[in-house]
């Protein structure tokens, strides 16, 4: 019977479509799990997370057309206030302070854009209240 071994490869054939599919099914959530676990560790290992926040920072911060209103205000830490303080960074309840004196002024938006590479003591790092 020449077509009794051609149905029998398709049953096999068919057989093993189905295993691979249930298979797949049961495996489904662990390999996507380790892909995204993967996908996580390359993103913070190779530095994409930070451009990946940088850049979202970026948009949202300059996304939104703002017409000039004229009391744009830049605020610097010149050689007079390192002075005063002795130290750059300024200490964290200075800069808290001047943000606080910012908002206190009327500021709607205000943009940072300064290292805090030095480990202070827990007690300065932590927000009031």
Known sequence: MPGAGRACHEFKSRARRM???RLLHRLRLPLLSFMAATFALLMTQYGWM???ETALSDHYAFSEPV???GRTVLVVIDKAVLEATGRYPA???MLA????KLREGGASRVYVDIQLGTIEAP???RLPG
């Open 67 to 69: 017409a000039p209103s």
């Open 97 to 100: 302070s001047a943000l606080d």
């Open 91 to 93: 200490d964290r309840s």
């Open 50 to 52: 930070s451009r990946l």
């Open 123 to 125: 007690e300065h790092d």
């Open 19 to 21: 295993i691979n599919a």
